[in-house]
């Protein structure tokens, strides 16, 4: 069965220190993987997606980017993070008509 | 920009169908409504997904207008455990591969004892 695996899921980083989150996914190949964010009390942002190996597609420009090294996973990465980068982000892979998320990571910006 | 538009809240009694309606008056042939639910801190759970024809499954039913333009999930018998942000959204489907699921704001569905 396919699963997807994201870490870590809770991360207080310091303003201007950088961040990587990855998502890995098993048990299919060549997945349409995204990456959202969910600020408090609102709704899921479609960050970036990407439909192969380092090809990346991003939705809203900020301060953050995504790169796919490997077929099944997928990372999201800032140099230097700001307070407003705060958030539940969640990684996702879709391979037909369905999608499935992973728990998330919930981020907060100190 | 999300296609859909939902009420922000619902109250349903337990056990009690609860009926989320969604508009997507904008809706093209190749759109699929979605339906996926996120509860509390968790990702988000798939539903249920409909073209044209009515879909049932283990967990919801799903009614969409002969015009397409609305739908509505249906939570036959609710449960306390259903209480979550339900998302209503379209996706297009392009033969071989699918649009990105952009979500908007959702209908919070809380179901009270």
């Known amino acids: 069965s396919q699963t997807i695996h994201q870490w870590p899921a809770t991360l207080v980083q310091p303003v201007g220190s950088p961040l990587s989150l990855e998502c890995t996914v098993e048990?299919?190949?060549?997945?349409?993987l995204y990456w959202y964010r969910q600020a408090a009390g609102r709704g899921l942002q479609l960050l970036f997606y990407?439909?192969?190996?380092?090809?990346i597609s991003s939705e809203v420009p900020q301060n953050l980017s995504a790169s796919r090294p490997q077929d099944r996973q997928f990372i999201l990465s800032s140099k230097k993070l700001l307070l407003s980068d705060s958030g539940f982000y969640l990684c996702a892979w879709t391979s037909g008509t369905e999608a499935f998320f992973g728990q998330g990571t919930r981020l907060t910006v100190v | 920009d999300a296609k859909t538009t939902q009420p922000p809240s619902m109250d349903c009694a337990e056990g009690r169908a609860a009926n989320l309606p969604c508009n997507h008056s904008t809706i093209s042939g190749n759109e699929y409504v979605y339906w996926y639910r996120q509860i509390h801190s968790q990702g988000p759970q798939y539903i249920i997904h409909?073209?044209?024809n009515n879909e049932t499954n283990e967990m919801a039913s799903l009614i969409i207008t002969e015009d397409r333009k609305s739908s509505t999930l249906i939570l036959p018998h609710a449960t306390l455990r259903d209480t979550a942000v339900y998302y209503c959204?379209?996706?297009?489907?392009?033969?071989?591969?699918?649009?990105?699921?952009?979500f908007g704001k959702g209908t919070k569905l809380s179901v009270k004892p």
């Open positions: 048990g299919t190949s060549n997945p349409n």
């Open positions: 959204i379209v996706r297009a489907d392009y033969g071989g591969s699918q649009g990105n699921l952009i």
């Open positions: 409909g073209l044209k």
């Open positions: 990407s439909v192969g190996i380092g090809q």
